[in-house]
């Protein structure tokens, strides 16, 4: 009977011990995924925010080129808007992957209003104009790459 008890024992000893085993080990793997996601989610965002700043850039470059174009047009000119056409197309797929990305609204408005100040850069009336929407877009990506880097940290 003695024998009983202790194979009985060892058998329950054994078997709580594989379901706690079970139960740490789903655990562990359990968060290892979500540290394995939240950094992978991190990195995609690092990557959309700065391809985003960089494709906004581009546009504004392109904007102000088409703007300089414009003050006397040319077959350069026809060359510019199309080349602006395919920055802004860049630019807005950019903002389309970060607006993905990310949940914040104010991120979305940062994204939103760094587009639309390079956007604005064509419509200057004057050269002084052009170089000051050219530095209000700078501003605005400056604070959406800030705002970026609050957020990934």
């Known amino acids: 009977m003695g024998e009983v008890v202790t194979v009985s024992i060892a058998v329950a000893g054994t078997l709580l011990g594989a379901l ?3 139960l740490f080990q789903r655990r562990a793997v359990l968060v290892a995924d979500q540290a394995a996601r ?9 990557n959309a925010y700065s391809q985003y700043a960089a494709a906004v850039i581009d546009a504004a470059n392109a904007e102000l ?18 080349h602006l056409f395919d920055r802004r197309s860049a630019a807005r797929q950019a903002m389309y992957r ?3 990305l990310t949940s914040d609204p104010r991120m979305h408005r ?20 052009s170089e000051e ?5 700078r501003v605005a990506v400056t604070t959406f790459v800030d705002a970026t880097r609050e957020e990934i940290q």
Not at 110 to 129: G, M, N, Q, S
Request: glycine letters at 0%.
């Open 65 to 82: 080129r088409r703007w300089h174009y414009q003050q006397r047009p040319s077959a350069e000119f026809e060359a510019a808007r199309l």
């Open 110 to 129: 940062l994204a939103e209003e760094a587009f639309d100040a390079a956007r604005r850069i064509c419509d200057a009336a004057t050269h002084e104009d």
């Open 20 to 22: 706690l085993t079970h």
């Open 133 to 137: 929407l050219t530095r209000q877009c």
């Open 38 to 46: 939240d950094r992978d989610l991190r990195l995609e965002r690092i």
């Open 98 to 100: 970060v607006l993905l």
